[in-house]
């Protein structure tokens, strides 16, 4: 699986949109983008994912650069609730299995 | 739809003992696989099974087991606990499709946090 770089940690004010970037430069014509995050002491939680075209969901959006290079996750008004670590992970999909190669995430505090 | 259940949640073990977890998958999942967070190291992959034979295999000692029942349920266990293997233990599991891309969404349990002392 590729591997992603992302920012360590952001900083968000409450009601705003929080734009999470995600650098995936080896990416290969068959590896999806996928998005969790990981509230305190919680397993993680799936929030998207995407090949090629931007996708939104209830919770978010995702945008992929036409290289697919890169990536943004867009979570439109965040809450407090939305404070926790933002995993960006590439994989194959498919017959291969569901191993996930987590990195450092980046960690995100909402701010009143 | 009931979730993934982890049991169980907390325990204390001591060095050299062993330990069992168990993780109920949602129903109708058939792929089951185990992680294991630290602070140091962060999450890490340690095996998956699907229809009981493990499929994929991370880089962990031969200390760590796993298998999977015909019900899909998975039990791991660890032998000859050593204090590094203080952690949170996750289970996620998922329903591969067939035909289509495998569309990889796991949905991960509340995990089960093993202290070794």
């Known amino acids: 699986d590729a591997k992603t770089t992302q920012p360590t940690s952001m900083d968000c004010a409450e009601g705003r949109a929080a734009n999470l970037p995600c650098n995936h430069s080896?990416?290969?014509?068959?590896?999806?983008v996928y998005w969790y995050r990981q509230i305190h002491s919680q397993g993680p939680q799936y929030i998207i994912h995407?090949?090629?075209n931007n996708e939104t969901n209830e919770m978010a959006s995702l945008i992929i650069t036409e290289d697919r290079k890169s990536s943004t996750l867009i979570l439109p008004h965040a809450t407090l609730r939305d404070t926790a670590v933002y995993y960006c992970?590439?994989?194959?999909?498919?017959?291969?299995?569901?191993?996930?190669?987590f990195g450092g995430g980046t960690r995100v505090l909402v701010k009143p | 739809k009931a979730g993934v259940t982890q049991t169980p949640r907390y325990l204390i073990k001591t060095r050299g003992q062993q330990v069992t977890l168990s993780c109920s998958p949602i129903?109708?999942?058939?792929?089951v696989s185990w992680y294991q967070q630290t602070p140091g190291q962060g999450l890490q992959f340690l095996f998956e099974?699907?229809?009981?034979?493990?499929?994929n295999k991370g880089n962990f000692p031969g200390r760590f087991s796993g298998r999977q029942f015909s019900n899909s349920r998975s039990e791991m266990n660890v032998s000859t606990l050593e204090l590094g293997d203080s952690a949170l233990y996750l289970c996620?599991?998922?329903?591969?499709?067939?035909?289509?891309?495998?569309?990889?969404?796991?949905?991960f349990g509340e995990g089960s946090r093993l202290t070794v002392l």
């Open positions: 080896t990416i290969s014509g068959n590896e999806y």
């Open positions: 996620a599991s998922s329903f591969p499709t067939s035909g289509s891309p495998n569309t990889g969404e796991l949905f």
């Open positions: 129903s109708g999942h058939r792929s």
């Open positions: 992970i590439v994989r194959v999909a498919g017959a291969a299995g569901n191993k996930l190669t």
């Open positions: 995407g090949l090629k």
């Open positions: 099974y699907f229809s009981e034979t493990q499929r």
